[in-house]
């Protein structure tokens, strides 16, 4: 109507016209900053280290407390076949990051050591490869990293980061860049190169006893040895000594340290602060970036050895330090559920609960266990071929969008989030390379009934250890039994399970899931690649 007003009013139709544009400017621009768009969730993915399956209450333990996690799962979605994809940390994470097979990005090993070792090296996670977090960054989202990496820091010099976590998408790093060691803490054995420093410590001493057995000699007249050659073996001893003390005695302050960023924070690290210092850079990212989309990665120190516990959590559980360090890691993770819960996000946030791989069986101090537990599966970290090695904890909470109580019985892997995520944040996975993760939506959401993965891989290095194949078309209505489903696979080259007999005979009447076993004819061949006419030959023995 104001249009068709005489000119002296123009003036005043015009100021009107401008203020009701800039609140229309406003009222749109608004929701951007301060209302989380419900179309593009914030992402909060914990992942817990070394954590066996069989810790959790909402697996089946019921004497270690964990109440927060079994909360997620009650509200939200709980994963029973989540596989990782290695029985170690940095191969599995490296899947986890970029969704892919770790023998694809180069980050499985050909050596006995499966995982980075030290800080210093020049491996790592390469340069070229895509982690969901610079896809996110890209889609406009805030991206974090608090707690472990172990993907590698520099390539050719101490400062280039070309594998650090600010180079591989994420806005801010607060953590470790290299993983807990018993060296941290320095009351155990040694984790990095035992026996390699029980061979120099013990060749030191033989020099050391042979320059004091030459010295007396000299001094006593016993040996008729020139002074010159005591002198030159007691330099060769200090030179091992050297050697061995600069390359392992101050592993502590190379590998044991924290970053903010490029900046090293504490050198070696505090460990009694390590916990508090861990949750309150978590919530403060939160806090910092509660108007804008953001994705978050807490990648928990907790339960690796050798087993950070605070005093407020020792002597709480019934199963010792671990019991411990396994509810202090619940409690850290309901600090985090509150702070999101606090700044109304809830709604708006995808959550993301899982472990890298299983839990290491093989930790003792004394009597004591340090690692975890499996449940029912055989196996654990470090051991490729066994389910309890790679089977973990999966759980997805997104209220208002996932059904909450869910149980989904279906193979899915630590591989599956990142195209998960992407797809949620609106952003396209690399087309340039092949993608082993599948979107989880159609399976949480309950479009479709079966997963989209036919063969799951596992190997142990660059070796394959067993293949899980997933039968797509089922002739039962209802899944099986989940003993039945849970463990299809096909051992080849090396067999890594016993019970073979009992294990066949449930396979032969499971096509939803079925195991081929080549126990009886693989166990008496040596370890190494399988030719075609052997598979030929073996599969028509199945």
């Known amino acids: 109507m104001y249009l068709f007003h005489k000119m002296e009013n123009y003036e005043v139709y015009r100021g009107n016209q401008w203020n009701y544009l800039n609140i229309w400017l406003i009222l749109c621009l608004f929701p951007r900053t301060c209302v989380p768009n419900p179309s593009k969730p914030n992402f909060l993915l914990i992942l817990a280290d070394d954590l066996g399956i069989g810790d959790v209450g909402c697996y089946g333990n019921d004497t270690i407390r964990t109440p927060n996690i079994d909360g997620l799962a009650k509200d939200g979605v709980r994963l029973t076949q989540h596989i990782a994809v290695a029985a170690v940390c940095t191969p599995s994470r490296a899947a986890f990051l970029t969704g892919r ?3 694809r990005s180069g980050m499985a090993s050909s050596t006995q050591r499966q995982v980075l070792f030290w800080n210093g090296g020049s491996g790592g996670l390469p340069p070229n490869e895509t982690t969901f977090a610079r896809i996110l960054c890209q889609q406009g989202y805030s991206t974090a990293l608090v707690g472990k990496w172990h993907m590698g820091v520099n390539c050719q010099t101490r400062h280039d980061h070309c594998h650090h976590p600010l180079n591989h998408g994420f806005d801010y790093f607060y953590g470790m860049p290299f993983t807990l060691v018993n060296e941290c803490q320095g009351t155990d054995d040694p984790e990095l190169a035992k026996s390699l420093q029980d061979t120099y410590w013990f060749y030191t001493q033989m020099i050391i006893f042979s320059v004091f057995t030459l010295v007396i000699g000299k001094l006593t007249n016993l040996f008729p040895v020139k002074w010159k050659i005591i002198i030159c073996l007691a ?16 592993t502590k302050y190379w590998n044991c340290i924290l970053m903010r960023n490029h900046d090293i924070t504490e050198e070696p690290m505090n460990l009694q602060k390590t916990t508090s210092n861990m949750l309150k850079e978590a919530i403060a990212f939160i806090e910092r970036n509660k108007h804008r989309p953001f994705l978050l990665f807490v990648s928990l120190l907790h339960v690796h050895t050798p087993l950070i516990t605070t005093e407020k959590f020792q002597g709480r559980s019934q199963h010792g330090l671990y019991g411990d360090n396994v509810e202090e890691m619940d409690w850290m993770v309901g600090r985090i559920l509150d702070v999101v819960d606090k700044e109304e996000l809830k709604n708006t946030t995808f959550i ?7 839990g290491f069986l093989e930790a003792h101090r004394g009597n004591s266990q340090l690692g975890g537990w499996n449940g029912i599966y055989k196996g654990g970290k470090g051991m490729g071929g066994w389910e309890g090695g ?25 591989m599956d989030i990142y195209p998960t995520v992407v797809q949620l944040a609106g952003g396209e996975v ?3 390379r092949v993608m082993d993760g599948h979107t989880l939506l159609p399976l949480l959401q309950g479009t479709e009934q079966h997963s989209r993965h036919e063969f799951l891989f596992h190997y142990c290095g660059v070796f394959l250890h067993a293949v899980r194949w997933h039968q797509k078309d089922s002739e039962y209505e209802h899944p099986p039994p989940a003993d039945i489903v849970s463990n299809c696979c096909l051992l080849a080259g090396h ?12 396979c032969r009447v499971a096509p939803y899931g079925r195991l081929i076993m080549l126990l009886q004819y693989f ?6 690649p399988v030719s075609e006419e052997e598979s030929v030959h073996v599969l028509g023995m199945v």
Do not use: M, N
């Open 101 to 103: 097979y770790p023998i």
């Open 352 to 358: 993301y609960f899982a472990s890298d791989h299983g």
């Open 390 to 414: 790679i089977r973990v904890p999966g759980i997805i909470r997104w209220p208002g969008v996932l059904p909450a109580g869910t149980v989904i019985d279906e193979p899915t892997s630590l």
């Open 495 to 506: 067999i890594l399970a016993s019970e073979f007999s009992v294990v066949l005979s449930k």
């Open 430 to 432: 690399p087309q340039d």
């Open 235 to 250: 330099i060769c001893g200090l030179l091992q000594f050297i050697s061995w003390f600069s390359s392992y005695g101050f």
């Open 523 to 528: 166990s008496q061949k040596p370890q190494g």
